[in-house]
């Protein structure tokens, strides 16, 4: 089946920027997004992007889509306290309903 | 509210037996969702709404699990004779339909004792 990777964790100081990495292998993508996780709490909805579109941008979140190296990135930029969770990345293929999620990535950020 | 609602947020219970979980989803949306988080697998799909049908059920690991939903709206995913692999979140989503993004609640915690 179709496969989703980050890496486990990410550690920045405030202020600077986060870049959190994601991998796919599914080569029928259509949707391809970014939920943050904290504690005791359900999956917020960050962002989303079209598989036929490279980047958008919301505020300080920043997606890259590389469709050609299955590759997606995540910038936040000056990261705050508030922006320490898990963020997970989620693809959703083509005719299909599904989301499949990667591991997440533990964000945290340091004074 | 606004959005998607889950209850109970905790659920403890022993071994052996059922549990009921309940989904409210945010008004006017479709499509609905259940996943499991759990530590060793991570997040898992489990069953797809489109309306009170569910043409996806290829997620639910074991004829113990069942769902339903009903009116459109509210759903209930059945677990029977409970085992303590099944301890989890179980997460619900909704969709405004399958092609827009899912917005999920804050989970059911269960614990099997």
């Known amino acids: 089946g179709e496969d989703v990777e980050q890496s486990l964790f990410l550690s920045v100081r405030e202020g600077d920027s986060s870049v959190i990495n994601c991998t796919y292998t599914d080569s029928s993508s259509t949707y391809l997004y970014w939920y943050k996780q904290e504690p005791g709490a359900g999956l917020q909805l960050l962002t989303y992007?079209?598989?036929?579109?490279d980047m958008k941008q919301d505020q300080r979140l920043t997606v890259l889509l590389n469709k050609k190296d299955k590759h997606l990135s995540l910038r936040i930029a000056d990261t705050q306290t508030g922006d320490s969770a898990i963020y997970f990345c989620?693809?959703?293929?083509?005719?299909?309903?599904?989301?499949?999620f990667g591991t997440g990535t533990r964000l945290q950020v340091f004074p | 509210g606004a959005g998607v609602s889950q209850s109970p947020s905790n659920k403890v219970t022993e071994k052996g037996k059922d549990v009921e979980l309940r989904c409210d989803p945010i008004?006017?949306?479709?499509?609905l969702y259940w996943y499991r988080q759990s530590l060793g697998q991570g997040l898992e799909f489990l069953i797809y709404f489109q309306g009170n049908s569910a043409p996806d059920k290829s997620g639910l690991p074991s004829d113990r699990f069942s769902a339903e939903r009903t009116g459109g709206s509210v759903s209930t995913l059945t677990i029977q004779r409970t085992q303590q692999e099944d301890s989890a979140v179980y997460l619900c989503?909704?969709?405004?339909?399958?092609?827009?993004?899912?917005?999920f609640g804050d989970g059911t915690r269960l614990s099997i004792l």
């Open positions: 989503a909704s969709s405004r339909d399958k092609n827009q993004p899912q917005h």
């Open positions: 008004s006017g949306h479709t499509a």
């Open positions: 989620a693809d959703r293929s083509y005719n299909t309903d599904k989301l499949i």
């Open positions: 992007i079209f598989s036929n579109m």
